[in-house]
């Protein structure tokens, strides 16, 4: 059974839109600092490390510091127990996908 904690964690943090978009910025990104998160994001430096904050207590990022600067990176490890539930609905999806296909097949045979 996937721990429920674990996937709420995950589900809460990435609820928030802001902090989504922060996320799929570090994503893209092989390391990002959050003066670079802040830039052209329209959120505050202080909103932008409450969001970090967030997504590394949901083991979503991990940071790595370097002098001055906090380099942030992602953690796909951290999505695992979302994936874990998600994977339950496998046969619902592969089902949806079986029957378009067969659909898809007598409109263009």
Not at 55 to 74: C, D, H, I, P
């Amino acid at each position: 059974m996937i721990e429920a904690a674990a996937i709420n964690a995950v589900m809460r943090t990435l609820a928030d839109p802001t902090r989504r978009a922060v996320f799929e910025r570090i994503v893209s990104a092989d390391e990002i600092t959050v003066v670079e998160l802040t830039r052209g994001s329209g959120v505050t430096q202080g909103a932008i490390s409450q969001h970090l904050k967030s997504l590394k207590q949901a083991g979503l990022v991990a940071e790595r510091a370097q002098g001055r600067n906090v380099f942030y990176r992602a953690e796909p490890e951290g999505l695992a127990p979302l994936v874990d539930w998600m994977s339950h609905y496998a046969v619902f999806w592969r089902d949806r996908f079986t029957n378009l296909r067969t659909l898809l097949k007598e409109i263009d045979p």
